[in-house]
């Protein structure tokens, strides 16, 4: 089944010489594509893997059993959580 094609409406400039505009052209003409189509088949894959590797969190393996450690043996709460915790159920009953 093919994917219904969502509208392009927003734009984005981009500067390039002389040059970079003819090979892209050409390139997007040998693979029968606009350029736009050629542009964005390079380069959301490549930003896609960006924004992944941005919001991806690697820990090590000490890292790793520290947090399941604290995730199954949580520490008693601080003063200063308790003292948060208290001002934020305060402050859900002025709202109500």
């Not at 949580?74 to 959580?81: E, I």
Request: no cysteine.
């Amino acid at each position: 089944m093919a994917q219904p094609q969502s509208n392009r409406d927003d734009r984005i400039e981009l500067r390039t010489t002389r040059d970079e505009k003819r090979l892209l052209t050409a390139a997007a003409a040998h693979e029968r594509l606009d350029v736009t189509s050629f542009i964005m088949r390079a380069a959301l894959p490549a930003a896609r893997d960006v924004v992944e590797q941005a919001e991806r969190l690697s820990l090590s393996k000490r890292d790793s059993l520290r947090v399941l450690d604290l995730l199954e043996n949580p520490p008693a709460p601080t003063p200063a959580l308790l003292a948060a915790a208290r001002r934020r159920i305060a402050r859900g009953r002025k709202r109500a």
